[in-house]
T-cell receptor, first 114, second 113 residues
Framework: KAGVTQTPRYLIKTRGQQVTLSCSPISGHRSVSWYQQTPGQGLQFLFEYFSETQRNKGNFPGRFSGRQFSNSRSEMNVSTLELGDSALYLC?????????????FGPGTRLTVT | AQTVTQSQPEMSVQEAETVTLSCTYDTSESDYYLFWYKQPPSRQMILVIRQEAYKQQNATENRFSVNFQKAAKSFSLKISDSQLGDAAMYFCAYTGANSKLTFGKGITLSVRP
């Protein structure tokens, strides 16, 4: 069974631009969570989607948004990029929020904002 | 809100020796899970071991075992017979009713040959 995939793996953007990251969960998994990892703040929860609905949202500005499609694939979007948005963005999938104890992570997307 | 604390930023262990990584957490929930994740230089997050709060028995996975002290809110990871491939960043994490993972700051483990 294929694991969680994230595209693109690396991305370089300029301040003020916007970016869209994609996450395809493990087949059969319907819950997708996103995390931001930076050297200063560590790993922080961004949001969780289940059945195309956002269940949880972390403490991030409105520039960060996401969505989930009917096939459970998820995208996150960051508008008006700032230098501080440079980070590794990880997504994780599980069967459902009730199976959060068994989340599998993708390889991450490394975003660099210049 | 739940918090996870890893107070040691880095540790070093001799190959074949045993090392213990510390973690404390704070929560008011009674039903939750605790985890140790490994993140090698590839940045892939790999689940090392998981502990259910209502299980008194400490979890074990081959060379990895935990010491779960629920009353003290302590959750340490013991790595026995350390190998060069164990060198990585290790994160302690928590999940409860809201299903999100809360991570500690992580600890960098180096293994000396």
């Amino acid at each position: 069974k294929a694991g969680v995939t994230q595209t693109p793996r690396y991305l370089i953007k300029t301040r003020g631009q916007q970016v869209t990251l994609s996450c395809s969960p493990i087949s059969g998994h319907r819950s997708v969570s996103w995390y931001q990892q930076t050297p200063g703040q560590g790993l922080q929860f961004l949001f969780e989607y289940f059945s195309e609905t956002q269940r949880n949202k972390g403490n991030f500005p409105g520039r960060f948004s996401g969505r989930q499609f009917s096939n459970s694939r998820s995208e996150m979007n960051v508008s008006t990029l700032e230098l501080g948005d440079s980070a590794l963005y990880l997504c994780a999938s599980s069967f459902s929020p009730h199976n959060a104890y068994e989340q599998y992570f993708g390889p991450g997307t490394r975003l660099t904002v210049t | 809100a739940q918090t996870v604390t890893q107070s040691q930023p880095e540790m070093s262990v001799q190959e074949a020796e045993t090392v213990t990584l510390s973690c404390t957490y704070d929560t008011s929930e009674s039903d939750y899970y605790l985890f140790w994740y490994k993140q090698p230089p590839s940045r892939q997050m790999i689940l090392v071991i998981r502990q259910e709060a209502y299980k008194q028995q400490n979890a074990t996975e081959n060379r990895f075992s935990v010491n779960f002290q629920k009353a003290a809110k302590s959750f340490s990871l013991k790595i026995s017979d350390s190998q060069l491939g164990d060198a990585a960043m290790y994160f302690c994490a928590y999940t409860g009713a809201n299903s999100k993972l809360t991570f500690g700051k992580g600890i960098t483990l180096s293994v000396r040959p």
